[in-house]
């Protein structure tokens, strides 16, 4: 330290010398400088103070990296309770959501005319001029289409699919209430000299298919109508109503005799 005084003594005797000795001149001893004791202990002591600094400015990083750590904790909390909510609702919306038929109809309901039919919570049915819907719950009703003869209503998804009269298979539209003949008049009521009439009931639709009888004068088929290409097969001669449809097999009766199984 600049400007210090030194303070030189001999250890042995005492004797206070003016700095620059060696040798004690009382005694002769080695002379001891105790100013670089003191040096020493300044130092040591400003080595410490250092230490203590640093100590406390490790403190103050490791007390920001712990406040840092513990940001991210409210934003898991939050996450924590917000993702059970959402899988909450996710089920519920999945348990409640309205799913559509994959068989338009039962089969008792449409050898009965096919007058009513169900998806979800709603019924659909025939009334006096045309076809309407009302919830499950009971309120009012609303008209979806005007027609007088509607017949063999089965519904799939967003679509209602029946006949009008022995004429035709509609394809109709809940919701923009459209009316898609799928037979184009293919097949149709006619009536030839002898009486007879040509016409067609439906046995059964699924979310891919429709069953249909075509009686044409003494004799009756059962044709197969896919609902995306519009394609038309004969599955058999006779008549065979449809008690039920599944994705392998019709289960049929002829009248008269027994319970068929068509793959």
């Not at 406040?67 to 899988?87: E, G, N, S």
């Not at 109809?105 to 169900?118: F, T």
Request: aromatic share 10%; proline share 2%.
């Amino acid at each position: 330290m600049k400007g210090m005084i030194k303070m030189l003594t001999c250890k042995k005797c005492g004797v206070q010398l003016n700095g620059y000795e060696k040798f004690c001149s009382n005694c002769g001893n080695i002379v001891e400088v105790k100013e670089n004791i003191q040096r020493k202990d300044i130092e040591d002591l400003d080595n410490t103070l250092v230490r203590i600094i640093d100590n406390d400015n490790s403190e103050i990083k490791a007390s920001e990296a712990t406040v840092a750590k513990k940001k991210p904790l409210p934003i898991k909390i939050f996450l924590a309770v917000l993702i059970p909510i959402i899988l909450i609702f996710a089920v519920f919306f999945a348990l409640t959501k309205e799913k559509p038929n994959k068989i338009g109809n039962r089969s008792h309901n449409i050898l009965s005319g096919g007058l009513v039919a169900q998806q979800g919570h709603w019924i659909y049915y025939v009334g006096d001029d045309g076809i309407y819907k009302t919830r499950t719950k009971g309120g009012g009703s609303e008209k979806i289409v005007d027609g007088d003869y509607y017949r063999g209503l089965n519904v799939i998804g967003d679509y209602i699919y029946c006949q009008e009269g022995g004429e035709k298979i509609y394809k109709i539209g809940i919701k923009d209430k459209s009316i898609t003949n799928l037979l184009e008049n293919k097949i149709s009521t006619l009536e030839d000299e002898s009486g007879l009439m040509l016409y067609n009931t439906i046995e059964a639709v699924t979310d891919k298919e429709i069953y249909f009888t075509l009686f044409a004068y003494e004799s009756q088929s059962l044709y197969r109508m896919d609902l995306k290409d519009g394609r038309i097969n004969k599955i058999m001669d006779g008549y065979y109503p449809v008690v039920h449809v599944d994705e392998k097999y019709i289960y049929c009766y002829r009248v008269e005799k027994d319970l068929y199984i068509i793959d």
